[in-house]
């Protein structure tokens, strides 16, 4: 079992930077991919972005330059670096942990079996 909780969401305005915070429990952090997405409202969950157990990482077109993921396993924590916002970047952002282990990569939310209660992000402009 996984348990996600994220922090570091708030208000910002376009330009500015924000670093998401993900602390997982359990045993088995190291060994599942992990992915960021998010949620605008009237809008559906979409990809931003992954990094698997080996460290590969994937991103999003529309996020591709601006942000970063990266992962501490000795700290069962992953991040989400956000540069130059955008205010279309507005949304609930969800830390998730794939369901499987050492998987190759994980992109689509249906691969992921473990989720955060999300952390709203707001950009104005």
């Known amino acids: 079992q996984v348990q996600l909780v994220e922090s570091g969401g708030g208000l910002v305005q376009a330009g500015d930077s924000l670093r998401l915070t993900c602390a997982a429990s359990?045993?088995?952090?190291?060994?599942?991919?992990m992915g960021w997405f998010r949620q605008a409202p009237g809008k559906e969950r979409e990809f931003v972005a992954a990094?698997?157990?080996?460290?590969?990482?994937y991103y999003a077109d529309s996020v591709k330059g601006r942000f970063t993921i990266s992962r501490d396993n000795a700290k069962n924590t992953v991040y989400l670096q956000m540069n130059s916002l955008k205010p279309e970047d507005t949304a609930v952002y969800y830390c998730?942990?794939?369901?499987?282990?050492?998987?190759?990569?994980?992109?689509?939310?249906?691969?992921?079996?473990?989720w955060g209660q999300g952390t709203q992000v707001t950009v104005s402009s």
């Open positions: 998730a942990a794939d369901r499987r282990l050492y998987s190759v990569v994980a992109v689509t939310a249906g691969e992921y079996g473990y």
């Open positions: 359990g045993r088995t952090f190291s060994s599942r991919s």
């Open positions: 990094i698997t157990s080996g460290g590969s990482t």
